[in-house]
């Protein structure tokens, strides 16, 4: 499977952005796709999540409110709109897939199995 991020970029606090994530190579509805973000020096954390049909999302809890994941099937891409940004959500941003059926998708990085390149953001104050 073929990953690629993009929307990236340097954005005021309290401004959006809106990543994209185009998969190929496989049937993108096969998995569920979620976000991770790592920061200099931090460990990847688990951003948000939605299920294959895009009927159920899940969201760490520093970005509920603020974060809006959804996927466009026939598109084979998965979005995350992202508003009010402060810059602790100055990150790298990527895109996952996994196959796993379970809900609440998983949260640890090693249960998904394809993965982007990334997409910085970068927020200043």
């Known amino acids: 499977v073929h990953v690629v991020e993009s929307g990236g970029g340097l954005v005021q606090a309290g401004d959006f952005l809106r990543l994209s994530c185009i998969c190929n190579g496989r049937t993108f509805t096969d998995y569920a796709v979620a976000w991770f973000r790592q920061a200099p020096g931090q460990e990847r954390e688990f951003v948000a999540a939605i299920n294959w049909r895009g009927s159920m999302s899940s969201y760490r809890d520093s970005v509920k409110g603020r974060f809006a994941i959804s996927r466009d099937n026939a598109r084979n891409t998965v979005y995350l709109q992202m508003n009010n940004l402060n810059p602790e959500d100055t990150a790298l941003y990527y895109c996952?897939?996994?196959?796993?059926?379970?809900?609440?998708?998983?949260?640890?990085?090693?249960?998904?199995?394809?993965w982007g390149q990334g997409t910085r953001v970068t927020v200043s104050s």
């Open positions: 996952a897939l996994t196959s796993t059926t379970a809900w609440p998708a998983p949260i640890l990085p090693n249960r998904y199995v394809y």
